[in-house]
């Protein structure tokens, strides 16, 4: 029956296209998607600019050479919003060639508000003249409707047009490609690489500006929740600062985009690598150790915040043995054990229970605990079965005099969480992930893709969760986040950033497997293969070479803080 089938569409000079809906569209073989459609497009719904052909993420530009299933990508899509912002820097990248071909352009990181911080070494601080005749450039692209042209080429020849142009990043990355061609993309005979897909042509790139950030810019673009207009820009400067750190900790490693960390394993100077990153991490708990030391007459209780696989569980753990080589013993508060019953829990606008809202959390309960154990007295508290979804009474603890109070959870920094405590009792520490090492000066490392990797790991080992159910669940953690999370970050008194330069190298060989058993055909496969393509740019390291009280042992496993808890007192009067 499949071959009869086959012979009737190769008898036929048209394909038919059909969409979720049940809706046929029909047009001669070898039509792009995109002109398919073109027709179902309306002009006051979200953009589309990809799709999802036969269970594979497709350009517009494919060209359909038989029946398929179609599914439109739109800009509230994360796919969909990744092609935009992918297009949307090669946009900023020629118009900045145009006006500056003789300085380097880097893009740096993401801003919470829908933005990616870029900087120009030649040119500090950018100047206002300078953004304006750059967007403006950009915008003249756009009326022109340029396409975007994509074409495969040898790695070789690839090779010698970044080597003609100078660009060494590129080239370092180039050396690890594995295959033989290399796909890159041409706007006015200006090329480059970019890691995933774009739209055809220049035209669809309508939402954007460019404002002044710090000693640099920032590109601005639409968020998926509102396609078609841009969020306020929001004041950053802690999070801007975590990134300059980091930014400096490359430096210090003499790592400063992928492949010259495949160069250091290359090289056998991984250990150093690790080393000196841990040595990193240390240093910056022990600072927020003696901080919190200093304020130790004043603060009672130590917040930690952060969204979903950034370490928080570990950082506590290492923050609590720092704060006893400061002779502070604090007393770990578990916010979970506060949640309402289940029945009580709110629910988001599917229906579904909202364990992320802050109404989840018994706040009343929760303040009044604190603040007897801060006046001395003997408290029951709170224990959450789980199983049952049910608050029941828990164990009964009194502090020693003057002891501190951690309290670690997604809300640590929400003014709700201690509604009326004083906040000068209080020291919150936001704690993420915050990669700022990039494939190269073009081609970001999403701090979502770390935490994602992370977090398959680690539900595959604790939870027994396959990558494909981990996957399935990480759109509705990442929108959790940020409603619960992010408004909060900068009201944090430090951060602290969990992530580690070498760390896709360690994660690569443990979690490449799991994302080879997400099924073809489901909607997890194609964020699963979008993982491996990335992943495939990383040389893999021995995980065996990571310290055992490492941040990310949290997520390869074998952590020697994983049972770690404070010594009880001995005196049956406290805890």
């Not at 950053?236 to 990134?243: G, H, I």
């Not at 007897?372 to 408290?379: P, S, T, Y």
């Amino acid at each position: 029956m499949n071959e009869k089938i086959k012979i009737i569409e190769q008898m036929r000079n048209t394909v038919e296209v059909i969409l979720p809906n049940g809706m046929v569209l029909s047009g001669p073989r070898h039509t792009t998607v995109g002109e398919f459609l073109k027709k179902i497009q309306d002009p006051i719904k979200p953009q589309i600019v990809g799709a999802i052909v036969n269970s594979d993420l497709r350009e517009l530009t494919f060209k359909v050479a038989a029946d398929a299933n179609v599914t439109p990508i739109d800009m509230t899509h994360s796919d969909g919003a990744r092609i935009y912002r992918r297009s949307l820097t090669f946009l900023l990248e020629v118009a900045f060639l145009d006006l500056y071909p003789e300085w380097t352009l880097t893009i740096d990181h993401s801003v919470s508000s829908g933005a990616y911080y870029c900087h120009v070494p030649e040119a500090v601080p950018f100047k206002q003249d300078l953004l304006d005749d750059l967007e403006n450039r950009m915008r003249d692209l756009v009326d022109e409707d340029a396409p975007l042209v994509k074409e495969k080429v040898p790695l070789s020849e690839a090779k010698a047009f970044f080597r003609k142009h100078d660009q060494d990043d590129k080239l370092r990355l180039l050396n690890y490609r594995p295959g033989d061609d290399l796909v890159l993309y041409d706007l006015h005979g200006k090329r480059d690489y970019h890691h995933g897909y774009m739209v055809p042509s220049t035209g669809y790139l309508k939402w954007f500006d460019l404002r002044l950030v710090d000693e640099g810019f920032v590109l601005r673009f639409p968020r998926r929740h509102a396609p078609d207009r841009l969020s306020p820009l929001a004041s950053n400067p802690q999070l801007l600062a975590a990134f300059r750190q980091y930014g400096g900790w490359l430096e210090t490693l003499g790592i400063q985009s992928v492949g010259a960390l495949n160069d250091a394993i290359k090289e056998s100077r991984i250990n150093e690598v690790i080393l000196v990153s841990e040595a990193l991490h240390a240093q910056q708990i022990s600072r927020i150790a003696n901080d919190i030391r200093k304020r130790k007459d004043h603060a009672r209780v130590i917040l930690i915040a952060g969204p979903s696989s950034s370490g928080k569980t570990t950082f506590a753990k290492r923050l609590t043995i720092q704060l006893l080589t400061e002779g502070i013993s604090p007393f770990a508060l578990e916010m979970d054990n506060y949640f309402v019953d289940r029945e009580a829990t709110p629910k988001d606008e599917f229906g579904e229970y909202d364990f992320e809202h802050i109404d989840a959390v018994n706040r009343s309960v929760l303040n009044e605990h604190i603040k007897q154990l801060i006046a001395g007295k003997r408290v029951q508290l709170r224990h959450y079965n789980f199983k049952k979804g049910v608050n029941e009474p828990g164990e009964e603890v009194q502090l020693q005099p003057g002891q501190m109070i951690i309290l670690e959870g997604i809300h640590g920094l929400n003014p709700k969480l201690l509604e009326g405590f004083p906040s000068e009792q209080t020291y919150r520490v936001y704690v993420s992930c915050l990669t700022q090492l990039n494939l190269d000066r073009h081609n970001r490392i999403s701090t979502t893709d770390t935490r994602e990797l992370r977090r398959i790991l680690r539900d595959s080992r604790d939870r027994g969760y396959t990558a494909q159910q981990t996957i399935s669940q990480w759109e509705m953690v990442r929108r959790g986040e940020k409603r619960h999370i992010y408004p909060y970050q900068e009201n944090a008194d430090v951060m602290f950033n969990s992530a580690l330069a070498y760390e896709l190298t360690s994660l690569k060989p443990l979690v490449e497997p799991l994302l080879r058993q997400v099924p073809y055909g489901t909607m997890e496969y194609i964020e699963a293969k979008r993982l491996l393509k990335f992943l495939q740019w990383f040389l893999p390291i021995d995980h065996n070479l990571i310290p055992d009280n490492s941040i990310l042992r949290e997520f390869i496993g074998d952590s020697i803080l994983k049972d770690f808890k404070i010594w009880q007192h001995t005196n049956p009067k406290y805890y």
